[in-house]
């Protein structure tokens, strides 16, 4: 790991020969971040000052946006160069931010195999298995044996992404077993591949969302599975490292939905770039507490009648929106590792509800407490209806918190799109309106004091 001792080292070398020596001497993947954080002019310095192999080694682990920085401030041989080292999966994942014709370039420059490899994968939708599957795998023909196979391995795979796992496949490809490493290392040389390979082989086909491929790793601990066509034919495996990204790419997607935040932003991101990102959730937002507001304006005369509920009523929003947005974050996350599924809604919405009616109790009981301390003697009859609405928001929080995202999961929409400004702000209106409602029926139909 690049410690701060080991980058305010790097940042304050002025002597290019000792800071050459340095990067050259560090994990790939701690130079990476070093480049990273450097200004932007000085990247493509630094970039060049590293080794054949680091380089090729480095490129893989810095950030698209980086790899785009260097792609224009490098000469074309050493492009092709880095391009033509990197993984099917990684390339795949660089031209997709890249400029068609930069793409098209590129292409024409790598080798048959490797451009193959990329359009098949760039030829997948995003977010599938076979979009950020590699192509570069150990397949075995059934009829080998053991010491046959060791032998291919060391001659043919050795620039293979993983050789933990070897596909055993027919002569079309049609994947049929799966042998480990460590059972090839541990079987006699004469043995028959089918003979020890395993023919309950986990797989994923190229249509599978990258979600549910990390879900299933996950769930049967491995470190890579196969991905197979519609005819079971072997086109790829998903490997742990490329997982690992998927569950930060989907755990971050989801925090920023839930937090009504767009896009890729980060905690460096320019400042354009956050405008631009948060300012359209912002409007919307607004745009949805317009809803809220039309539901409090028609009351204003009730609120002038009763002062008390202009303290009361930012209480009801605060603690309804929390209230919802906790079930709302338990939902989305139960559905995004696989813990809960659309069937499990009605056992969920009981749980919520009976935990609900706990919480309604004590919320109501501390809100008819705060309103009796608040209000004036002849306006203490407003603490029962307050009361009786915060109780009733609850239930209706803790509901729509479930229902919402098991709605979107059964339509095959992301859950995660149930944002809290959304859950918070429906809460708000549905409070908003049963509460001066009520304080106006006390008023206007009970004649009760003000």
Same mark, same amino acid.
């Given at each position: $790991?690049?410690?701060?001792?080991?980058?305010?080292?790097?940042?304050? +070398?002025?002597?290019?020969?000792?800071?050459?020596?340095?990067?050259? &001497?560090?994990?790939?993947?701690?130079?990476?971040?070093?480049?990273?954080?450097?200004?932007?002019?000085?990247?493509?310095?630094?970039?060049?000052?590293?080794?054949?192999?680091?380089?090729?080694?480095?490129?893989?682990?810095?950030?698209?946006?980086?790899?785009?920085?260097?792609?224009?401030?490098? &000469?074309?041989?050493?492009?092709?160069?880095?391009?033509?080292?990197?993984?099917?999966?990684?390339?795949?994942?660089?031209?997709?931010?890249?400029?068609?014709?930069?793409?098209?370039?590129?292409?024409?420059?790598?080798?048959?195999?490797?451009?193959?490899?990329?359009?098949?994968?760039?030829?997948?939708?995003?977010?599938?298995?076979?979009?950020?599957?590699?192509?570069?795998?150990?397949?075995?023909?059934?009829?080998?044996?053991?010491?046959?196979?060791?032998?291919?391995?060391?001659?043919?795979?050795?620039?293979?992404?993983?050789?933990?796992?070897?596909?055993?496949?027919?002569?079309?490809?049609?994947?049929?077993?799966?042998?480990?490493?460590?059972?090839?290392?541990? !079987?006699?040389?004469?043995?028959?591949?089918?003979?020890?390979?395993?023919?309950?082989? @986990?797989?994923?086909?190229?249509?599978?969302?990258?979600?549910?491929?990390?879900?299933?790793?996950?769930?049967?601990?491995?470190?890579?599975?196969?991905?197979?066509?519609?005819?079971?034919?072997?086109?790829?495996?998903?490997?742990?490292?490329?997982?690992?990204? #998927?569950?930060?790419?989907?755990?971050?997607?989801?925090?920023?939905?839930?937090?009504?935040?767009?896009?890729?932003?980060?905690?460096?991101?320019?400042?354009?770039?956050?405008?631009?990102?948060?300012?359209?959730?912002?409007?919307?937002?607004?745009?949805?507490?317009?809803?809220?507001?039309?539901? @409090?304006?028609?009351?204003?005369?009730? @609120?002038?009648?009763?002062?008390?509920?202009?303290?009361? $009523?930012? #209480?009801?929003?605060? +603690?309804?929106?929390?209230?919802?947005?906790?079930?709302?974050?338990?939902?989305?996350?139960?559905?995004?590792?696989?813990?809960?599924?659309?069937?499990?809604?009605?056992?969920?919405?009981?749980?919520?509800?009976?935990?609900?009616?706990?919480?309604?109790?004590?919320?109501?009981?501390? $809100?008819?407490?705060?309103?009796?301390?608040?209000? &004036?003697?002849?306006?203490?009859?407003?603490?029962?209806?307050?009361?009786?609405?915060?109780?009733?928001?609850?239930?209706?929080?803790?509901?729509?918190?479930? =229902?919402?995202? $098991?709605?979107?999961?059964?339509?095959?929409?992301?859950?995660?799109?149930?944002?809290?400004?959304?859950? !918070?702000?429906? =809460?708000?209106?549905?409070?908003?309106?049963?509460?001066?409602?009520? @304080?106006?029926?006390?008023?206007?139909?009970? &004649?009760?004091?003000?």
């Amino acid at each position: $790991m690049l410690t701060q001792d080991i980058r305010n080292s790097l940042i304050e +070398t002025t002597d290019l020969s000792q800071l050459k020596w340095d990067l050259n &001497h560090l994990q790939p993947v701690d130079v990476g971040e070093y480049i990273a954080q450097l200004p932007q002019q000085q990247r493509a310095i630094a970039f060049r000052l590293l080794n054949k192999a680091e380089a090729i080694d480095v490129f893989e682990y810095l950030p698209t946006e980086v790899q785009q920085e260097l792609i224009n401030s490098l &000469h074309d041989a050493q492009v092709v160069q880095l391009v033509e080292a990197m993984s099917p999966d990684e390339r795949a994942e660089l031209f997709d931010e890249l400029p068609a014709g930069v793409i098209k370039r590129l292409l024409q420059e790598l080798s048959p195999e490797q451009r193959q490899a990329t359009a098949t994968i760039l030829g997948y939708p995003e977010g599938t298995a076979g979009r950020v599957m590699t192509t570069e795998y150990v397949r075995l023909q059934e009829g080998l044996t053991v010491g046959e196979a060791l032998s291919k391995i060391r001659r043919q795979d050795e620039d293979k992404e993983t050789i933990y796992y070897a596909y055993v496949t027919d002569n079309n490809r049609k994947l049929g077993r799966v042998v480990s490493l460590r059972q090839l290392l541990f !079987t006699f040389p004469d043995v028959l591949i089918r003979d020890i390979a395993s023919d309950r082989v @986990i797989k994923v086909r190229t249509e599978t969302s990258q979600e549910e491929v990390a879900q299933i790793m996950q769930r049967y601990d491995l470190i890579a599975i196969p991905v197979v066509d519609r005819e079971d034919r072997l086109v790829g495996i998903i490997t742990i490292d490329d997982v690992m990204d #998927i569950l930060q790419e989907e755990a971050t997607e989801d925090f920023q939905k839930l937090a009504g935040v767009g896009g890729d932003e980060a905690a460096l991101s320019p400042p354009l770039f956050t405008i631009r990102n948060r300012l359209p959730w912002l409007l919307g937002i607004m745009a949805l507490y317009i809803g809220a507001a039309s539901a @409090i304006a028609p009351f204003q005369s009730v @609120i002038a009648a009763v002062p008390v509920l202009a303290v009361i $009523m930012p #209480i009801f929003s605060n +603690t309804g929106g929390t209230v919802g947005i906790q079930a709302l974050t338990v939902t989305i996350r139960g559905l995004g590792v696989g813990e809960v599924t659309p069937r499990d809604t009605l056992k969920i919405l009981r749980k919520e509800i009976f935990a609900g009616l706990g919480t309604a109790l004590a919320l109501s009981l501390t $809100m008819i407490m705060l309103s009796l301390i608040w209000a &004036h003697p002849q306006e203490r009859w407003v603490a029962v209806i307050a009361g009786v609405v915060m109780a009733t928001n609850t239930i209706v929080a803790v509901t729509l918190g479930t =229902l919402l995202p $098991m709605a979107l999961k059964r339509l095959k929409l992301d859950p995660a799109l149930v944002s809290g400004p959304l859950v !918070t702000t429906m =809460l708000d209106t549905i409070g908003f309106l049963t509460f001066l409602t009520l @304080i106006s029926v006390g008023l206007n139909v009970l &004649h009760l004091p003000s």
